[in-house]
Every structure is written in C-alpha cells, then in structure tokens.
C-alpha cells in the first residue's frame, strides 16, 4: 500500500523516462532482419528510416494536440474570467455557499488542464526516447545525440527551458487567481 506523499508524487510529480540504450532491447524484433528484406541490408535500413519519419510525425502530431488541448483550456479559462468580471461588475451580494460551487468548479478544470499537460509531456518524452532508440540505428541522431545535447537536454536554462516545464504553471496560476479571486469575494 503507498503513502499519501507516493501517492501525491504519482499525481503530481514526474518521473525521467529510460534512456534509448536502456530501452533498445524491448524495441527491436529478433526475428526480423536483413535477412527478412530480400537480404539486402539497404532495403532494411530503408525501412527502418521509413518507421523513424512514420514515428516522428506521431510524436509532431502529439504536440499538436497538446497545443490545441492549452488552447481549449486558456480560451475557456479566459471566457469564465471574462463573465465573472461581467456578471461582477455592480458588486452583487452572494452568500459565500454559493461562490464555493463554481470554484470548485474551476479549481477542477484547472487540475484536469494540468493532469492533461503532465500526460502530453510524459507521452512525448517516452516518444523521443524512442526516437532516440530509432536514430541508433541511422547514419545521423539529429535529435537525441544533436538538438537536444545542443540545448543542454533540458538542464540549463540559459541554453532552453523546456516548454511543458513552464505550460504545467499556467492551470496553476488560473486556480491561484480563482482562489484569490473567492478571498476577495468573500472578505
């Protein structure tokens, strides 16, 4: 049975996925090779390049997916902002009882947007581990072994700041402004 902080680290925390080295063995098939492809190693090679690009564009479109995911979020989050400061505006006296529902609301939208965001970077990041498997296998790593090892993998800020670092702080900030938006609501 996990403890309360495992259990909060399983939902909020992150974990680095494996390097390509450590997940190459589960990748490749032992029974398919040169051998399988007419015997040429070059129509092998060929086709190796061919799941690499197929794969590429899988991680490309997760991306776009997440971008569309923040989008929806930002935008509705923007939306309710907007109509709380429209239906606020001539300071309407509501119980407190009341404003808890929609802010429960709210925080539970921005807990999703967040959950979602921690998902998309947790599935990327698994996907470019296998890009970096895939590219063991090529003449060039131009991701694994060039761009990311040219940006500092991560570690050093001045060089790059990973993007979903700082996109897993804005549902944060919503239900922040939510809640100071209630304290003040209330006081």
Known sequence: MTGPIETLRQ?????HPPEPGELEP????????PDQYAGTDGI????ILEQYKLYVEMADRISARRALANMF?????????????ALWKGHPHVAAGWLVIPLVILLGLCLAWF????SYRQLNAGKYV?????????PASP????????LGEGRDRARYW???????????VFAAAYLAGFVAAVA
């Open 44 to 47: 092998y090679r060929a086709a």
């Open 11 to 15: 939902y909020f925390g992150s974990r």
């Open 130 to 138: 296998v890009v970096g498997a895939l590219e063991r296998r090529l």
């Open 26 to 33: 589960a990748l490749w098939n032992d029974d398919v090779g």
């Open 162 to 172: 990973p993007l979903t670092h700082l996109e897993k702080w804005v549902p944060c």
């Open 143 to 150: 991701y694994w072994s060039g761009e990311w090892r040219a």
């Open 73 to 85: 979020f930002v935008t509705l989050n923007t939306a309710v902002l907007t109509l709380i400061g």
């Open 115 to 118: 959950w979602i965001v921690r």
